[in-house]
């Protein structure tokens, strides 16, 4: 079975820096792209960056470069997303999601994570 | 960004009847090179992740009953379903990945 399994829930405070996780089995994790979505009640749904686990090669959406690193371990078919220093209005639910067709990110998302819920509180 | 948008943002259902959301984009979604259209549509069942459902304008994702539908052209689309059941309560959210980021519309509450 495809699946991806994402770490638990967070809570930190600001400034500190936080990864979460995305374990991907069930496919070759090499020759998929793997992307980050967050979720907010003000926001809805954002895409935020997207990995090809293959060589590394890496897309940010705008609004999120420089503010996360995606990553990924093709040792452990895992995915990462982190922060070097967190900010309250990083709260909010994040995604992982694989597209259906390998070697393409212009594709639909047909594999979700469970969400990792992030939260940023004093 | 190309700019997604729903209505309605609300939609009271009745088992057995059917339902349509609309979604409209900034610009076409029409790809030149392939004649398709990048355009899809996601249901976010309360408490879980969001699913696909239908792709690329009017392909039923694996698993998806065939009382949903998808229809449109260039900017505007519509998600049909017919008999709605009791599962079929959430968030409806249309998606473009015409261009990266893809982006979201706003999401179609659909409760009964």
């Known amino acids: 079975e495809v699946q991806l399994v994402q770490s638990g829930a967070e809570v930190k405070k600001p400034g500190e820096s936080l990864k979460i996780s995305c374990k991907a089995s069930?496919?070759?994790?090499?020759?998929?792209?793997i992307g980050w979505v967050r979720q907010t009640p003000g926001k809805g749904l954002e895409w935020m960056a997207i990995?090809?686990?293959?060589?590394?090669?890496?897309r940010y959406s705008p609004s999120f470069e420089g503010q996360v690193t995606i990553s990924a371990d093709k040792s452990t078919a895992t995915a990462y997303l982190q922060w070097s220093r967190l900010k309250a209005s990083d709260t909010a639910m994040y995604f992982c999601?694989?597209?259906?067709?390998?070697?393409?990110?212009?594709?639909?998302?047909?594999?979700w994570g469970q969400g990792t819920m992030v939260t940023i509180s004093s | 960004d190309i700019v997604m948008t729903q209505t309605p943002l609300s939609l009271p259902v009745t088992p057995g009847e059917s339902a349509s959301i609309s979604c409209r984009s900034s610009?076409?979604?029409?790809?030149?090179?392939?004649?398709?259209?990048?355009l899809d549509w996601y249901l976010q069942k309360p408490g879980q992740s969001p699913q696909l459902l239908i792709y690329?304008?009017?392909y039923r994702a694996s698993g998806v009953p065939d009382r949903f539908s998808g229809s449109g052209s260039g900017t505007d689309f519509t998600l049909k379903i017919s008999r709605v059941e009791a599962e079929d309560v959430g968030v409806y959210y249309c998606?473009?990945?015409?261009?990266?980021?893809?982006?979201f519309g706003p999401g179609t509450r659909v409760d009964l």
């Open positions: 999601a694989r597209p259906m067709y390998s070697g393409t990110y212009y594709s639909s998302f047909d594999i």
């Open positions: 069930g496919y070759s994790f090499a020759n998929y792209w």
């Open positions: 990995i090809y686990p293959g060589d590394s090669d890496t």
């Open positions: 610009q076409s979604l029409l790809e030149s090179d392939g004649g398709y259209t990048s």
């Open positions: 690329t304008l009017s």
């Open positions: 998606m473009q990945r015409m261009e990266f980021p893809g982006t």
